[in-house]
């Protein structure tokens, strides 16, 4: 493999690219010649560390990748030829190579390109992605979807060695190789987690596997030999042994795969070369890669991890000002649950910490290294997380499962059946809940509020800070049964952090402020605005904490003692908090104006997440001007009511 650094820091000025200049789409591309692409590949890579230095985001990935995207786009007739993206953090170099170039500026920004392939931007954005594992099931339905029409279009999958420890992907490829299909499964292997076989020899045999020569030979074989089937299945035996000797493919060909690689996915006359021929065979084919996350800058190479993405690289003032006292970083909400977990941990032997392939993300890292026989990745499987805490839970373990609230919603049967119907000790620890900005709305935590609250036995909590935060976290672990705490992304207010691990009486809001006659019933991290609006409005404003069960005092007092309830929560109106308020009045026959705010019915696009809060009417301005328009037509209907 290619150990050459190309770029040692990234490029304050965009660098000079004349070939990629020419190149706006891949038919353009496709016009180069062979000799002309790793010129092109340099240029392209001097252009995305630029670009995204420019703007942050997703890095390494797109960087590991860049030559096998050139390589795709050559070989193939994209976009007639579908290629699917698996999770899609690595599908920039794609979208510069997809018409896209001037546009890389506004990446992840509000109203720019979204962070991820997405159809409604390109025709070359074949399947939206943002979740793991959905690229083979994709391009395989497309894969049918054209033999149903005749017509003679390739399907690619390029998926990654972590989304491959997804049950989804072997799902898929089972099917795949059971019907048949015309399909291309390329493996983007960049951790070596399945073969550190590449070399000189692997790539020969490679070229060699993929070739015509090969293949027709192989087919001729197979044809003369179905009418002896006992030789059938000794030739059929001695090639599987063939391939085992000089590469990790048996498991691929046993699902009906035929296997070719590893082969050094930085080297694009090898990866043309390997298409090319690939290309012109019909049926399931699997091609695995070898590549290096971060590839061509030496930091990221050195550190995959942390630069998986990065933020905006500011410039540097020529006169660099005094330097500033520094003050302590404000801990962000998993951070709070990291530091929550090793203190509970601590105390009680049978806490068990687990994550589905999100250590970093949801602050486990120290958790991990002070309680490793406690600590369970499980890899990209969020099914498998949940019924391993139920297991865990019913032979006396206390399991606190980590989870994005986007990727909970892949394991929902597990979390219904496994764990709620069982009444198991499980507790949920849900990260990224409500919007989350520039990752748009594949990982905005929109829905778990409605999907949550709905089931039986389930306790449902939301904090409104960090201090409280902590607190339901130890309320939910204290609790004997299934138990919810979810938290969004980033910093919360502020608040001074109670080391004491206390659990809070269940089901019980708090008043925060008195007021007259407005009552907003907070649910959750908008109680910042909740005051701000409540101060400019003279309103009373609770706490709520607990969307299940309610604090049905708490709101037959406000309902009481007030003209209008208002219900605020950062997720879908429809079956979230507010629903659950309205539910409860009806049932008890009070009669009450109620406003429910939060998310619309609609997926909110990506963008700064105070940008999407005012979006959405979610800031203190939009929710002073909802309950003011709330109040003008109250007005005005007893005025009618009052008209004899």
Same mark, same amino acid.
């Given at each position: ?62 960087? &590991? ?39 890389? &500026? ?99 045999? %490679? ?39 000089? *590469? ?17 996915? +930085? ?26 996350? &971060? ?13 998986? $993405? ?78 391993? %805490? ?38 949920? %620890? ?13 990982? $905005? ?71 007259? *006659? ?90 700064? +997440? ?35």
């Amino acid at each position: 493999m290619q150990d050459t650094y190309l770029f040692k820091e990234i490029p304050s000025q965009r660098p000079n690219t004349p070939l990629l200049d020419r190149v706006e789409t891949p038919d353009q591309l496709r016009l180069l010649s062979e000799q002309q692409l790793p010129q092109l590949a340099r240029e392209l890579r001097a252009f995305l560390l630029w670009s995204v230095g420019q703007t942050g985001g997703h890095f390494g990935a797109g960087l &590991g990748v860049l030559e096998l995207t050139v390589a795709l786009h050559y070989v193939f007739n994209t976009p007639e030829d579908r290629l699917v993206w698996d999770v899609g953090h690595q599908a920039y170099p794609h979208k510069i190579l997809t018409g896209r170039r001037d546009r890389m &500026g506004s990446i992840r920004k509000k109203t720019g390109l979204a962070g991820f392939p997405k159809r409604a931007e390109s025709p070359y954005d074949t399947f939206g992605v943002g979740h793991s594992s959905t690229s083979i099931s994709a391009a395989l339905g497309m894969a049918i979807s054209a033999q149903m029409q005749r017509i003679a279009r390739k399907s690619i999958a390029v998926i990654g060695d972590g989304a491959m420890t997804a049950g989804m992907a072997f799902e898929a490829l089972n099917h795949a190789g059971h019907i048949r299909a015309d399909l291309l499964v390329i493996l983007n292997d960049n951790d070596m987690s399945i073969s550190h076989n590449v070399g000189g020899l692997s790539n020969y045999f %490679a070229k060699l596997l993929a070739s015509r020569t090969y293949n027709q030979v192989r087919d001729g074989s197979k044809r003369v030999l179905q009418a002896t089937p006992n030789l059938m299945a000794l030739a059929r035996k001695t090639e599987e042994h063939f391939k085992g000797m000089i *590469s990790p493919g048996t498991l691929f060909e046993e699902l009906g795969f035929n296997y070719i690689g590893p082969i050094d996915g +930085h080297d694009l006359p090898l990866l043309v070369e390997t298409l090319e021929n690939i290309r012109e065979l019909d049926g399931p084919q699997f091609l695995h890669v070898v590549t290096k996350k &971060g590839k061509g800058f030496a930091q990221a190479e050195a550190d995959p991890i942390g630069y998986h $993405a990065i933020n905006k690289i500011e410039p540097v003032p020529a006169n660099k000002p005094a330097p500033v006292v520094s003050t302590p970083k404000q801990p962000k909400y998993a951070n709070v649950f990291g530091q929550w977990l090793c203190d509970s941990a601590e105390q009680d032997t049978r806490v068990v910490g687990i994550t589905p392939a999100m250590c970093e993300g949801s602050d486990l890292v120290a958790f991990a290294a002070r309680f490793p026989d406690r600590y369970y990745d499980v890899a990209i499987a969020e099914q498998h997380a949940v019924t391993l %805490a139920a297991g865990l839970a019913c032979d006396g373990s206390k399991p606190v499962v980590a989870i994005y609230s986007t990727f909970l919603q892949r394991a929902y049967d597990q979390l219904i059946h496994d764990v709620a119907i069982q009444n198991l000790d499980v507790l949920f %620890a849900i990260d990224r809940a409500g919007l989350v900005g520039e990752d748009g709305p594949t990982h $905005a935590g929109a829905f778990d509020l409605s999907y949550l609250r709905c089931i039986p036995n389930l306790l449902v909590m939301a904090p409104s800070d960090e201090n409280e935060t902590r607190q339901l976290l130890q309320t939910g672990l204290s609790f004997e049964g299934p138990a919810a705490v979810r938290y969004p992304r980033g910093t919360g207010p502020g608040a001074t952090i109670e080391q004491q691990l206390t659990p809070l009486a269940i089901g019980k809001g708090r008043r925060i402020r008195e007021g007259s *006659s407005i009552a907003i019933l907070n649910f959750g991290t908008l109680l910042t605005p909740a005051l701000e609006v409540a101060n400019r409005l003279d309103a009373t404003v609770a706490d709520m904490r607990f969307v299940k069960p309610l604090d049905e005092a708490l709101i037959r007092e406000l309902a009481a003692q007030h003209n209008l309830l208002v219900t605020l929560e950062e997720n879908a109106i429809a079956g979230g908090a507010g629903s659950a308020v309205a539910e409860y009045l009806n049932a008890e026959g009070i009669t009450q104006p109620i406003l429910n705010l939060g998310l619309p019915d609609r997926f909110v696009d990506h963008g700064k +997440h105070s940008e999407l809060l005012a979006e959405c009417g979610l800031d203190a301005n939009g929710i002073q001007t909802s309950i003011e328009q709330r109040l003008e037509r109250m007005k005005r209907h007893l005025t009618l009511k009052a008209v004899p």
